[in-house]
């Protein structure tokens, strides 16, 4: 009976001792890979589908930095005749007036890099938009009212697999081929997104938000 104890010890030491081994060589395989395991998670986000003429050109708000100028370049470069945006709903800071709407300085920001005012759209639903979800609603029933088959959507590069599986799912019920267009952030580099806080957060701030809007929207997307 001692025999037998001692030898089921040892069989259990020398299967830890196992784990341990294989846990440590795990761990020195992903410290080793490291920079390509990051950059794919970085990269696996950004969408840049293909382009073709459209009817609309839609920039999502936010990205002021990338958004207007990718959404007017696309305009220039005879993508669509006209740029249409939802409008934000706004903060309290816009009502009191002390800054402006984000989606009236994309507006403006257009303007400057040249796209005529007649080219520009800002859709107006009370009481404006305050996620994707509510901009690919409205941009549903904008389709819908016009008639449109070919829509591009604009956004920053880090934010496009989100959006296109947003707006797929809204406007699945539509003959409109959808395509995304990325605006390249100069914060956010897919491929080492980890060394700066700004990729760091907009890497992790994606992931939970795909994850909450396939959870949320994946049965009714209306």
Not at 38 to 54: N, P, Y
Not at 125 to 136: H, I, W
């Amino acid at each position: 009976m001692g025999e037998s104890q001692s030898l089921s010890t040892s069989e259990r030491r020398r299967r830890f001792l196992i784990s341990c081994a294989a846990l440590i060589a795990l761990l020195l395989l992903l410290y080793i890979l490291r920079a390509p395991i990051l950059s794919a998670i970085g990269h696996f986000i950004v969408i840049d589908d293909d382009l073709v003429s459209a009817d609309i050109i839609v920039v999502l708000n936010g990205g002021l930095r990338c958004r207007p100028a990718r959404a007017a370049e696309l305009y220039g470069a005879g993508y669509a005749p006209q740029i249409v945006i939802a409008r934000d709903r706004g903060r309290l800071e816009h009502e009191m007036g002390l800054y402006p709407n984000e989606s009236d300085v994309a507006a403006e920001m257009l303007r400057r890099m040249g796209v005529p005012d007649d080219a520009i759209a800002v859709i107006e639903l009370k009481p404006g938009v305050a996620s994707t979800y509510d901009e690919a609603n409205v941009i549903r029933r904008h389709v819908r009212q016009h008639d449109l088959d070919r829509v591009i959507v604009v956004t920053s590069s880090y934010h496009t697999r989100r959006a296109r599986w947003v707006f797929r799912r809204v406007l699945a019920d539509t003959p409109v081929t959808l395509m995304v267009s990325s605006a390249p952030d100069p914060l956010y580099d897919p491929s080492d997104w980890w060394h700066s806080e700004s990729g760091l957060r907009s890497v992790v701030d994606e992931y939970t938000k795909l994850g909450y809007y396939i959870y949320r929207y994946r049965i009714n997307p209306h």
